[in-house]
């Protein structure tokens, strides 16, 4: 039997605000009371963003909310940046990529894999411009008419 690869939370404002030429998956270092409240869908992905730091990856305000999990013993952020799982070869070439093109890593999705893990979907993107916004939501405008009219 097959496990279908959920989808835990998404990042709806990404592909209205970023033009995404490339994505990757990638793992996340998450520790016990921060699984609990992702599974359980207390998560948010809004304004989060990667960083490269000291040779690593690290995302940056993913808001996990541990209230319902909170133990007193482990004081931890509900924004604490997470280290992300990638291999050395992978973070030079993505580096690159970033540092030459002055491009963006924002999270897309947040699923667990057919294995159960928990992953993350990062798109690799530059900025839209407000005149550039325009002329995508008129884009996606005349393709929601267009389909209208092919139904009829």
Excluded: C
């Excluded at 033009?19 to 996340?28: L, N, Q």
């Excluded at 960083?51 to 940056?60: A, D, M, R």
């Amino acid at each position: 039997m097959k496990k279908l690869i959920s989808i835990i939370a998404q990042n709806r404002k990404a592909k209205f605000n970023y033009h995404i030429t490339e994505k990757i998956e990638v793992g996340i270092v998450l520790q016990g009371p921060e699984v609990k409240s992702i599974r359980g869908g207390s998560v948010s992905l809004d304004n989060s963003y990667a960083v490269f730091k000291k040779g690593e990856f690290w995302i940056i305000n993913l808001h996990v909310d541990l209230k319902a999990y909170h133990n007193n013993e482990k004081k931890l952020s509900n924004i604490r940046p997470k280290k992300l799982l990638l291999k050395k070869n992978e973070i030079s070439k993505i580096n690159m990529k970033i540092k030459q093109n002055g491009l963006t890593m924002i999270p897309l999705d947040l699923h667990f894999n057919k294995k159960g893990f928990i992953k993350i979907l990062l798109g690799i993107s530059k900025g839209r411009k407000k005149k550039d916004l325009r002329e995508y939501k008129k884009q996606q405008d005349w393709k929601k008419e267009k389909a209208r009219l092919e139904k009829h």
